[in-house]
């Protein structure tokens, strides 16, 4: 089923109850945005639209919609939607930038760079626009990318979320040390975040550092009890073979 139904096409205020009537956009917007750093994109999607029935003019939260969908995989979805939300702000850069991120994912990566360039033109010194920036130039497997996600983390100083976000995206591209490295850093800001802890874990057990995710995961659980990324991580490592784990334990003895 098309997840449309949770967004906003004809951007006007839908009637609200009496429960949600002192609630303004600026709440829903911290809402989304909190959904969206703990993981939670699917309820994030709603809360974007949540904003949108206030404040219809919230490029943030359109660019919110088409972000939450491309971290669900929800690539050609992200891209119609990108398209609607263009249609009325066609130089947001944060759209045009999520838009390039869509395409990239699905392969378009001539097109991708042409939005991504749009979006810097546009002025667009934003985190996400450079986050963005770094994905693109992945996916075209170009070796600039690690300045963009400088570039997004030296505008953002301190915010955890950044440091987060771009490594996830190196691990979607399967830059797993880089994105240990991200992570390790991220987490030094906020020791208290179990999205870090999940994100470490997954580099670790990638690396084939079984130790070091087990207690990572274990972290996360400490923070978020039931998390299902980290019970899933969990699961994979008991379910690695003896071979698998010897050559994980030698890594890290030799790291050590």
């Not at 991200?182 to 997954?202: C, M």
Request: glycine letters at 8%.
């Amino acid at each position: 089923m098309s997840r449309f139904g949770n967004l906003e096409f004809d951007a006007e205020p839908r009637e609200i109850s009496a429960t949600r009537v002192e609630r303004d956009a600026g709440y829903w917007l911290t809402e989304a945005n909190t959904a969206f750093a703990h993981g939670q994109f699917e309820p994030a999607l709603r809360l974007f639209a949540r904003v949108l029935e206030h404040d219809p003019q919230s490029t943030i939260a359109w660019a919110g919609q088409v972000r939450s969908l491309i971290e669900l995989g929800e690539y050609s979805e992200a891209r119609i939607w990108a398209d609607k939300s263009l249609e009325r702000f066609p130089t947001a850069p944060e759209l045009l930038a999520a838009k390039a991120v869509a395409l990239a994912r699905l392969g378009d990566v001539d097109d991708a760079l042409a939005f991504s360039d749009a979006s810097l033109e546009e002025r667009g010194d934003t985190p996400y626009v450079w986050l963005a920036r770094g994905d693109v130039l992945l996916a075209r497997k170009e070796n600039r990318a690690d300045y963009c996600f400088e570039r997004a983390r030296t505008i953002a100083a301190g915010d955890w979320v950044v440091g987060w976000l771009a490594g996830r995206i190196l691990h979607f591209y399967k830059r797993f040390a880089a994105a240990l490295k991200v992570a390790r850093e991220a987490v030094t800001l906020a020791p208290g975040e179990f999205t870090l802890w999940v994100l470490i874990g997954q580099c670790e057990l990638a690396l084939g550092l079984p130790q070091g995710a087990r207690v990572s995961f274990a972290q996360a659980q400490q923070l978020d009890p039931g998390n299902r990324e980290a019970e899933a991580g969990l699961v994979a490592l008991e379910s690695r073979g003896p071979l698998a784990r010897m050559v994980g334990g030698f890594r890290e003895l030799f790291r050590s």
